[in-house]
C-alpha cells in the first residue's frame, strides 16, 4: 500500500451540518475515488472535501480506498471534537422579567430605588 498517501478524517460543522472532512494532498485518482465511492464534494470555505455525517459510513471508506491510501481517522475518536456553539438568539432565558418583578417585596423595591 503506498504509504505516500494519506487522508486525514476529522468531524466539523459545515453551513449548520455535521460533515466529515477529508484532507489530503491533491491527487486527482483520489479526487474521483472519494467523490465516486462517498459522494464527497469539495468546500471552498473549508478548503477540503466532505462528507455529511448521515451519508459517511467509515467501513464502507476503508474499503473504497484499500489499497490506495492510508486513512488517518483518529480525528473521529476524539471526544473533545469541537462542538458547535448555540446561537443565543436561540436559548431562552431561564426567567421572566414581569414574574420576578411580582415577587419582589414592596421593602425590596425602596432599597432598589435607593441605589439608583
Not at 466539523?12 to 479526487?31: C, G, K, S
Not at 438568539?89 to 431561564?94: E, M
Request: charged letters at 30%; a positive charge.
Amino acid at each position: 500500500m503506498p504509504t505516500d498517501r494519506t487522508i486525514v478524517l476529522e468531524k466539523a460543522r459545515h453551513r449548520d451540518n455535521m460533515v466529515v472532512t477529508l484532507r489530503f494532498e491533491y491527487d486527482q485518482q483520489l479526487i474521483d475515488r472519494v467523490k465516486r465511492e462517498a459522494g464527497a464534494r469539495w468546500s471552498q470555505t473549508m478548503g477540503c472535501w466532505y462528507v455529511p455525517e448521515e451519508q459517511f459510513d467509515l467501513h464502507t471508506f476503508f474499503e473504497a480506498l484499500k489499497g490506495m491510501a492510508y486513512v488517518d481517522y483518529s480525528g473521529l475518536k476524539k471526544r473533545n471534537n469541537k462542538q458547535p456553539m448555540p446561537n443565543p438568539g436561540a436559548i431562552k432565558p431561564r426567567y421572566n422579567l414581569k414574574t420576578i418583578k411580582s415577587q419582589v417585596s414592596p421593602g425590596v423595591k425602596e432599597q432598589i430605588q435607593s441605589f439608583k
